[in-house]
Antibody, heavy 122, light 113 residues
Framework: QVHLVQSGSEVKRPGAPLRLSCKAS????????IHWLRQAPGQGLEWMGV????????SFPQKFQDRVTITRDTSTNTVYMDLSGLRSEDTALYYC???????????????WGQGSLVTVSS | DIVMTQSPDSLVVSLGERATINCKSS????????????LAWYQQKPGQPPKLLFY???TRESGVPDRFSGSGSGTDFTLTISSLQAEDVAVYFC?????????FGQGTKLEIK
């Protein structure tokens, strides 16, 4: 049973905006927080933020507060992550992931999307 | 930010032997109100997203073989594979989910001797 399906790979110019999508199953969308993370080539994992799809509330680390927006479309069970002002260092594999807490935010990730590769290059 | 430090960076173990990966947090991950350690472990194979192995430091995710175990409390945690199988070749990450921003260890690459 697939819970999270992400949009495809993207190639972007520096300074351009990015929008990635993550379509969730109805059960996941209704009952679990959805996070975004990224993994740069040869690097570790980095948490970018979280949304509660039920109410739309979000939270971001300070590093991304000015550049990242996470929204959701309740009609399609889809979560979107917008990243503005792309830079070469934003080149990474981006993941959405489901929080492990049922109707709660626990902060660990029990299901992951397949990943969306984003390349930022002039 | 909480710094998560794993050791070793890479590990080579024979089939059937024990593999041990350590993870140290720069601050305690034990929440006294519920006595839970907010530490998770993931396994990542090439070309795949991470797979959750443990949360609350020692609660095994459904479907994870019991040769895997998680232990530790406070700032020091361990992932142990009691008898290494070929399919266990992967990179393993620890992750603190107590403080935001959530942070991860740098990863430990596990290979077969």
């Amino acid at each position: 049973q697939v819970h999270l399906v992400q949009s495809g790979s993207e190639v972007k110019r520096p300074g351009a905006p990015l929008r990635l999508s993550c379509k969730a199953s109805a059960t996941t969308f209704s009952n679990y927080h959805i996070h975004w993370l990224r993994q740069a080539p040869g690097q570790g994992l980095e948490w970018m933020g979280v949304i509660n799809p039920r109410g739309g509330g979000t939270s971001f680390p300070q590093k991304f507060q000015d550049r990242v927006t996470i929204t959701r479309d309740t009609s399609t069970n889809t979560v979107y992550m917008d990243l503005s002002g792309l830079r070469s260092e934003d080149t990474a594999l981006y993941y959405c992931a489901r929080d492990g807490g049922f109707l709660e935010w626990w902060g660990y990730f029990d299901y992951w999307g397949q990943g969306s590769l984003v390349t930022v290059s002039s | 930010d909480i710094v998560m430090t794993q050791s070793p960076d890479s590990l080579v173990v024979s089939l059937g032997e024990r593999a041990t990966i350590n993870c140290k947090s720069s601050q305690s991950l034990l929440y006294s109100s519920n006595n839970k350690n907010y530490l998770a472990w993931y396994q990542q194979k090439p070309g795949q997203p991470p797979k959750l192995l443990f949360y609350w430091a020692s609660t095994r995710e459904s479907g994870v073989p019991d040769r895997f175990s998680g232990s530790g409390s406070g700032t020091d945690f361990t992932l142990t594979i009691s008898s290494l199988q070929a399919e266990d070749v992967a990179v393993y990450f620890c992750h603190q989910h107590y403080y935001t921003p959530y942070t991860f260890g740098q990863g430990t690459k596990l290979e077969i001797k």
